[in-house]
């Protein structure tokens, strides 16, 4: 069992800058996987980045070049650096724990990004 909790959205215009933080609430190196997922409205949730104990990360074509996912073991912290936000980045940004196939989730956070 793990609480995750997300920080740092808002309302930005378009070009500008987010970082998101998830706070966790028990060491981060015991999951495979620590990662970000986000829902639009109307939209199924999807991935964004993810990034495993080894730090090798994945990210979805999208947000390629412009996000950075990046982990702090010893503060059990996970950030999304997000730069260059469009107006389709809006939604509710989640942070995931995985384990055995198992995903954890924070509540979200919203971003809305204005055109």
């Known amino acids: 069992q793990v609480q995750l909790v997300e920080s740092g959205g808002g309302l930005v215009q378009a070009g500008g800058s987010l970082r998101l933080s998830c706070a966790a609430s028990?060491?981060?190196?015991?999951?495979?996987?620590m990662g970000w997922y986000r829902q639009a409205p109307g939209k199924q949730r999807e991935l964004v980045a993810i990034?495993?104990?080894?730090?090798?990360?994945h990210y979805a074509d999208s947000v390629k070049g412009r996000f950075t996912i990046s982990r702090d073991n010893a503060k059990n912290m996970v950030y999304l650096q997000m730069n260059s936000l469009e107006a389709e980045d809006t939604g509710v940004y989640y942070c995931a724990a995985s384990r055995d196939s198992y995903n954890y989730w924070g509540q979200g956070t919203q971003v809305t990004v204005s055109s």
């Open positions: 990034i495993n104990s080894g730090d090798s990360t």
């Open positions: 028990r060491s981060i190196l015991s999951f495979n996987v």
